[in-house]
């Protein structure tokens, strides 16, 4: 039977869900171009939404795209996040989520770079609400000027909706991590926390200390060239 590593486990499982969810990315950030719109009493083609130069509808298209790209951003560092997580922690369903603080502030170095990675997310978390909030507030203009039919309301509300529950999850994990200092995941379900540190990277420390140890023994071994010898006066 196949052994599969935890942390390959994870890894995939992650990159799933980041290929399932960057279709909220682009569907609730383009709106301009996925949300039916008017032309002559039909609904607008993709190409017609994209074609369109009336210049409210391409500035809109433009904060459309800057928007996407920081959602890309944010995906990008959070995927950055999760790697180091997996990397160098892990979780334990038989510890507390708030565990991993009393272990990780043994390691400087792990619990300095956790603290960055947590307050960077947040930023980038905060900026991407931000953008994205003014990207709807742009294109609600769109709707009242392109409405056609039921449909452009009920698109907007479920484009608008993914991507909101995108960034309150985002929110929140970014947000705890920060308030109660600790690796809360954005990916693994029911947002688990790595609460101690991961058994690969343990074992990688016990073996170079293994390794310091077998040096310093190989400096008091007694070489065959420093025994002075001993001379018989008989």
Known sequence: MLNLDVDFVQRIKVCGLFFLQSYKIITGTMLSLFI????GGQICSFQQNFENDERYHQVSLCWNTITMISFIALYIYELKRENWSIKYLDIDNDKPDNA????IVKHVYLDKHMD????IYYQIVKLTVFMNFVNIGIVIKILNQ??????TISCFISFTLLILMKL?????VAYQSVKNDKMMSAYMSEFVSFNVLDKDYLE???????????EDDDEDITRPEDIIPIVNNE
């Open 36 to 39: 039916p719109q008017n032309c």
């Open 100 to 103: 991993l603080k009393e272990v």
């Open 116 to 119: 960055s990675l947590n307050h």
């Open 146 to 151: 392109n409405y056609h039919s039921q449909s």
């Open 168 to 172: 309150y999850n985002s929110f929140n």
């Open 204 to 214: 990688t420390l016990e073996d170079d200390k293994k390794d310091d140890d077998y």
